[in-house]
């Protein structure tokens, strides 16, 4: 099966190291690919330039955003939350009508200082995620693995032997049950993901960043989440 | 030690009965008093009639706002977050001086339907615990308890035996102390009480409403909390 994410940032390489790990065709979508390729910067995380990491993960492909949407049977958005909806428009609305888009990324706004709050009129009363789906109509906007850490997004193993939260929501049933296939293959039990309904349920999810920003600044790591007791 | 409450809701109530139980000396405040007593009217959830309540809980003494915020060395705001500056300047300002107001209200703005928003002005960028620090200078605000059902915040040992998370925020450090003592006397271990710094950390906790109002529409009940996992 083609996947392909939309962003080439930590986040967009994760999934995509572990999806070619899980035996997908995976092709990375960016704004432009000879840019992407001449980079040799940092990002603000320290993490290796995009062509550094490529050279070790040469089997990814690399498109533009709009090459990748057309490759993808299923599409990721990766991007940072503030460019999300410009990136997707750039991949274009009929290269994603019909299909599922998994939206993993957060409506972050930098602009007052740290930690971020998120965007003005992306909260509370609307979402990142409903935005997405408002603006393309046709495609399956399904909402999760925003509230985490990317490693333990692909790999939730990693702490507390994967026992914890990760919430799903969106419109479309069959898209959610499709997404919950693939977060199974990450290693997810269907226990710990918690399908909260429609898409509106995103501004709950995407309200999370806050405690989970705080939280980090106090553990020093990325590497927790939460689990629901009952 | 004599703690005040300024509410007599079911939240306020439950405060109430179990601060009993460990031997202080409460009073409940509420906007008028005859009134209260006269009411025999059930809330929004099903609860009993205030006079009702009272009838098997007659050891806790009943005052006005202020007559409740001049009694408490410590005092506790258990008030519809809409309600909660307004009943907090009918307290009165010079009663509250000096003292700690532990503040487990939450923003929530039923004007859109179900489930409730964030109050505009309130949320994201600004929080209600910021905004009572902000309208008394001279107390010590310190926010807690306000992510989860009133039943766990007093009794947390009624799921997972107790192991799951509260957050602690405010400008003053001896006041988180002396909170954290009271929360320990609730049941919460020291480890399960994650200090988040100062009062802004309230923006984070209070924007875990969104999150804990979906859960409990999927899981049908508020017996339930989130557990840090590392």
Redesign the interface.
Known sequence: MKIAIIGTGNVGRTLAARLMELGYDVMLGTRNVTDKLASSEKDNYGNPSFSEWFKSNSNVRLGSFSEAATFGELVINATHGSNSVTALILAGSKNLAGKILIDISNPLDFS?GMPP??LPGL???NSLGEEIQKTFPDTMVVKTLNTMWCGLMVNPKL??NG???N?LSGNNTEAKTRVRKLLNQFGWSDENV????DIT?A???E??L??W???M???K?G????????
Chains 1, 2 share one sequence.
């Open positions: 007052n709050s998120l909260n509370n009363t702490i507390g026992d914890h939260i919430f918690v399908d909260l309904g349920a501004r709950a999810t309200s999370m806050p405690i920003l705080r939280v600044g106090v553990t790591s590497a927790f989440n939460f689990k629901l007791v009952r």
